[in-house]
C-alpha cells in the first residue's frame, strides 16, 4: 500500500467502502483514535495486528454504533451490562463479556472466551459504523509500544503506507483509553482505569473490583495487553511530584542530556529557555489526561530525558498516572534522589 487518504466527516462513505473491502481505516473516538477494520471480517484483523505490530494473543475491542449490535455476539447480556450501557454509552467504558461460540474469529478475542464491546462517542465514527453495517475492531492506532494517538496526525506518523484512511475530527477529548470493565468474572472488575471510575460504575451496578495488578504491580494482569511495554517514547521518562524544589534538582539531574519538560504551566514557567511542552493550562488533571501522549510524542523528538508531572491518583488521575507510569517504567524522582 502506498498512500493513507485522509478523510473529513464529509467522507464517511469513502472511508466506509475501504473498510467494506477488507481495507483498514483509522477512526476517531473520544479517548484516543482506533485503528479500524470491519470485525467480521477475519483477514481484515489480521492485518489490523500485522500494521500495529501488536503481539496476537492481545485481544481487540469491537466497536458498535448501539447496544443491539452486541447481542449476537454475547454469550449473554447480563442486566449490569444494559445498566452501564444506558449510562455511559456512547461513552468511554469497555464491557467484556463472555462471546458466542464462533460469533467472532480468534483473531478479536485473542482465543480468549470473552470479547471487550464497547460504543464510542464521536458523531463521525458512529456513521461509519453504521454505513460499514458491520461492528469495528479498533486497537488504538499508534505501533505497539508507543503512546496512544490523540490526533490524526499521530496516527499518519506511526502508520501511514500501512493502513488505507484515517478519518480525522481533529484531537481527542478525554486523552486516555477507556475504562475496561470485566463482566464475565463474578465481582465486575476493572481491568484498565479510564474516565468512568469505579466510583461511577458503583452508583449504577454495586460492588466493583479493581484487579490486583492494578494495585499490587507484581500481580500478572488478567487483560491480556497490560502485560506488554506501552506508551513508551524512545527517551527515558521520569515522574517528578508537584513540588518545584524537586523540579528543580531534577531539571539539574542529567548533565550532557537534552532534558525535556511535561508539566503544567505553573511549573515551566520556572525553567524558561528549556524544552517544554504544556501539559495543563490550568493544572487540571483533564488537561494532563487530554495531553500526556501529544506531549510525550512531542518531546521525543528534542530529548533524551523526559519529566512528566504526577498528579493525585484519583479520579481520571488513576487512568492518567497508570498510563505515565508505564511510560516511565515506573521511575520516579523523588526528594533524596
Ligand atoms: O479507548 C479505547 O478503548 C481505545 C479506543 C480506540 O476505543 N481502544 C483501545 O484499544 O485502547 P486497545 O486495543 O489499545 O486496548 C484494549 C485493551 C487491551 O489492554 C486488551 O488486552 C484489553 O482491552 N482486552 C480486549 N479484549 C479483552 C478481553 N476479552 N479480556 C480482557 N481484556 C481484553
Ligand atoms: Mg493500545
Do not use: C
Not at 494517538?149 to 481533529?170: E, F, N, R
Not at 481527542?172 to 481491568?191: A, C, N
Amino acid at each position: 500500500m502506498s498512500q493513507t487518504k485522509i478523510f473529513t466527516p464529509n467522507e464517511i462513505n469513502k472511508a466506509a467502502a475501504l473498510l467494506k473491502a477488507g481495507q483498514l481505516v483509522a477512526f476517531p473516538t473520544e479517548t484516543v483514535y482506533g485503528l479500524g477494520a470491519d470485525a467480521t471480517n477475519k483477514k481484515a484483523v489480521q492485518q489490523v495486528y500485522r500494521a500495529k505490530g501488536r503481539p496476537s494473543d492481545n485481544p481487540l475491542i469491537v466497536h458498535v454504533a448501539s447496544f443491539d449490535e452486541v447481542k449476537p455476539f454475547a454469550a449473554k447480556v447480563p442486566p449490569a451490562a444494559e445498566k452501564l450501557a444506558e449510562t455511559f454509552w456512547p461513552g468511554p467504558l469497555t464491557l467484556i463479556l463472555p462471546v458466542k461460540p464462533g460469533a467472532l474469529s480468534l483473531d478479536v478475542t485473542g482465543g480468549l472466551s470473552t470479547a471487550a464491546f464497547r460504543m464510542p462517542e464521536n458523531a463521525a465514527t458512529l456513521a461509519l459504523i453504521r454505513a460499514v453495517g458491520h461492528p469495528l475492531v479498533g486497537p488504538s492506532a499508534n505501533t505497539s509500544g508507543k503512546p496512544s494517538p490523540t490526533s490524526a496526525q499521530h496516527v499518519y506518523h506511526d502508520l501511514h503506507g500501512k493502513i488505507a484512511g484515517i478519518l480525522d475530527t481533529g484531537e481527542t477529548q478525554i486523552g486516555v483509553e477507556s475504562t475496561v470493565l470485566d463482566l464475565s468474572s463474578e465481582v465486575p472488575t476493572i481491568l484498565r482505569p479510564g474516565q468512568v471510575t469505579k466510583e461511577m460504575l458503583e452508583k449504577v451496578i454495586g460492588a466493583v473490583a479493581i484487579d490486583r495488578h492494578l494495585v499490587d504491580e507484581k500481580e500478572v494482569p488478567k487483560s491480556p495487553g497490560m502485560k506488554y511495554k506501552h506508551y513508551s517514547p524512545n527517551a527515558d521518562v521520569y515522574i517528578v511530584p508537584h513540588d518545584l524544589q524537586v523540579w528543580q534538582q531534577a531539571a539539574a539531574a542529567f548533565p550532557g542530556k537534552k532534558v525535556g519538560i511535561l508539566a503544567p504551566a505553573s511549573i515551566l514557567e520556572h525553567f524558561p529557555g528549556t524544552v517544554q511542552f504544556e501539559l495543563a493550562p490550568h493544572d487540571t488533571v483533564e488537561e494532563a489526561a487530554r495531553n500526556l501522549f501529544a506531549g510525550l510524542r512531542a518531546l521525543d523528538e528534542e530529548a533524551d530525558v523526559i519529566l512528566a508531572a504526577a498528579y493525585p491518583e484519583k479520579g481520571l488521575g488513576a487512568a492518567y498516572m497508570n498510563r505515565l507510569k508505564k511510560a516511565a517504567g515506573g521511575k520516579f524522582i523523588s526528594r533524596d534522589n
